[in-house]
């Protein structure tokens, strides 16, 4: 195999899963696969213990925006987490992609989960609010524009907390990521789009040169990204 230098971000790369004419049993695989994928490597428990439960109410329902929410996962897992902790949350999932949509809807309902095909920008646009907003591997698929368009958007919508949560691109995460997947998830885009994903994504230095001020990006070990905006009063 031969592994890219890494030493930039390759912004000319593209997942094959963003082809709306990839193959679609390929695609569905794939979100199917996502849950597995993301409980190993993207750190999520982690991310809500110490940055979403903090501030999640006691005492009334806390409303949470998924940007980007693909099959769906994460929101019905953060609904869980925090009902074992003894909150209440309601995630709105929004993700453009009439694919990713309709997978979403198409699994299990889980109580205090609802999706919507939309982007942050019609949320926006028809003055909507949320306690808290989250994305999980979203920025790399953005060029600069739209990178500073959810940023806004983020901000205008979040009443409390932004956190954006995506992989820091690291020489060694693609080599593990590359010999781990390779026995497992045939016939799904896993393995070949998160090679690329990698390479799209951003180290923490080039990640907090290009955002605006308010902004903060923290490392979570062992290979994320937390981009991270709190707001004022919240």
């Known amino acids: ?37 993301n409980a190993v490597v993207a750190g999520w428990r982690s991310t809500y213990r110490h940055h979403l439960r903090p501030v999640l109410h006691p005492d009334r329902v806390t409303s949470v925006l998924d940007v980007g929410c693909g099959g769906g996962d994460l929101a019905r897992s953060l609904v869980r987490w925090a009902a074992r902790d003894g909150l209440r949350v309601e995630v709105t999932g929004v993700d453009p992609d009439p694919r990713a949509h309709a997978w979403a809807r198409s699994r299990p309902p889980v109580a205090g989960v609802t999706f919507r095909r939309a982007l ?18 979203v920025l790399h698929h953005l060029d600069e524009a739209q990178l500073q368009a959810l940023l806004t958007d983020s901000r205008r919508l979040a009443r409390a907390r932004v956190v954006h949560s995506d992989i820091l691109r690291s020489r060694l ?35 907090a040169a290009v955002v605006p001020a308010g902004w903060r990006v923290e490392r979570q070990h062992p290979w994320r990204n937390l981009l991270v905006h709190d707001a004022p009063g919240g």
């Open 173 to 207: 995460a693609y080599l593990l990521f590359s010999a781990g997947t390779l026995p497992f998830f045939p016939g799904s885009f896993i393995r070949a789009d998160g090679l690329v994903s990698i390479r799209r994504s951003y180290t923490p230095d080039e990640l």
């Open 120 to 137: 942050s920008g019609d949320l926006v646009a028809e003055g909507a609010r949320f306690d808290v907003v989250v994305s999980n591997h």
């Open 1 to 37: 195999m031969i592994v890219p230098s890494l030493l930039e971000r390759d912004r000319d790369a593209r997942e094959q899963m963003d082809d709306p004419g990839c193959d679609a049993a390929a695609l569905r695989r794939t979100y199917a696969q996502f849950r597995v994928v």
